[in-house]
């Protein structure tokens, strides 16, 4: 569950407007263009040196929604300061502006998490199309040997036209394949590179176990963070609104009709936290059963990489003792090749299924929070 700033589901941690709301906006909003330019200068990455996975996750407080989000928690920061300062500030003034930074404060951390989850993707589709581009090479060598294999049974009479023919159009397949490989790694580099401000060259190594078999927190936890999560957030500061509102009316310079109208409002705005609660609950409970789903198919994948290894191991000792042939040998190479792209996609996938679950609860999960 993601918030609507990225291609993912909408989600709780959604960002919303948070303009307008107090008198600073304004001369803010002048100066906002030169701040986000000067804040999406840093941080940098060294050049030259691989660029692992941390180091891009630790530019997220660049990315222009970030910044965004700090700079309306700052602002309203400024304005609860001001209204608790004013001695003139009225009961209902104070609490929008301690609402307003509660708010904010959430979508910073919605923003943050969000950018951490689309960073993260973006680099392991960079790894996983590196691992394409090497398995597409090591098709287009296996079929190029094939069509040198065919002619040669054509010229010694074990092999028809047909068979040398249809190798031709395998090879021919295998390079369209090839280039098609190669341009999506193009595009998922300058995908990452544009996410990030790094131009590589990057070090594409396996996200660590510790990382990705960690324990969730339990049910209570995210039950709990529900309250925290945006779209509940301002229902419930709704509620309390409507609440105060009822306080502060009396009989004696209020009529029965406005009274009666703010009452209803507070019971629709309690309505309303307790329905949206129920539906976000639903949507934690989703992205915590496709973290289980991930885990079992991480499993399934690491299993048939050990599985595709060993079979390996054992033609490589038959093709030694000369009971196969070395082109035997290299299709059993590139069928595991195949189950590690499978295998570091099944990785990928629980990664971004624990990246998924922090951004749409805001539960922060152990070595994901890019500090």
């Known amino acids: 569950m993601t918030s609507s700033t990225a291609p993912r589901p909408t989600a709780p941690g959604g960002r919303g407007p948070a303009r307008g709301r107090f008198p600073l906006a304004r001369p803010l909003a002048r100066t906002r263009p030169l701040v986000l330019a000067l804040a999406l200068l840093g941080p940098t990455l060294a050049q030259g040196a691989p660029v692992t996975l941390d180091d ?11 910044v965004t989000a700090t700079l309306d928690l700052d602002e309203a920061r400024r304005a609860l300061a001001r209204s608790e300062a004013d001695p003139l500030a009225l009961r209902l003034d104070l609490t929008r502006a301690r609402q307003a930074v509660e708010l904010n404060e959430a979508e910073f951390r919605a923003a943050r998490l969000e950018a951490l989850a689309e960073v993260a993707g ?8 590196e691992l394409q581009v090497g398995l597409a090479e090591g098709a287009r060598d296996l079929a190029a040997r094939a069509v040198a294999i065919a002619r040669l049974r054509l010229e010694r009479g074990s092999a028809t036209q047909l068979d040398l023919d249809e190798a031709v159009t395998q090879l021919e397949d295998a390079e369209k394949n090839l280039a098609s490989a190669r341009d999506g790694l193009a595009l998922a580099r300058a995908d990452l590179n544009g996410l990030t401000g790094s131009a590589g060259p990057y070090a594409l190594e396996a996200v660590d176990r510790g990382r990705l078999d960690r324990p969730l927190p339990d049910d209570a936890t995210f039950e709990a963070a529900l309250a925290g999560l945006p779209a509940v957030l301002r ?3 709704a509620t309390e609104l409507a609440a105060l509102g009822v306080e502060l009316l009396d009989p004696s310079f209020a009529s029965r009709a406005q009274i009666e109208q703010a009452r209803t409002q507070l019971a629709q705005a309690e309505a309303g936290v307790a329905e949206a609660q129920r539906g976000l609950a639903l949507r934690t409970r989703a992205l915590l059963n496709a973290v289980a789903t991930a885990r079992e198919t991480d499993r399934i994948g690491r299993d048939a990489l050990a599985q595709a290894t060993e079979r390996e191991s054992i033609e490589a000792r038959r093709f030694e003792a000369g009971l196969i042939a070395e082109i035997a040998l290299d299709q059993t190479r590139l069928a595991t090749r195949q189950a590690e792209l499978r295998a570091v996609q099944a990785e990928h996938g629980l990664m971004l299924a624990l990246l998924d679950l922090q951004a749409g609860t805001l539960v922060p999960l152990g070595g994901w929070d890019g500090r």
Do not use: I, K, N, S
């Open 56 to 66: 891009l996750l630790g530019t997220v407080d660049g990315r222009v929604g970030v």
């Open 235 to 237: 229902l419930t500061q």
């Open 122 to 129: 973006a680099w392991a589709r960079v790894r996983e199309t």
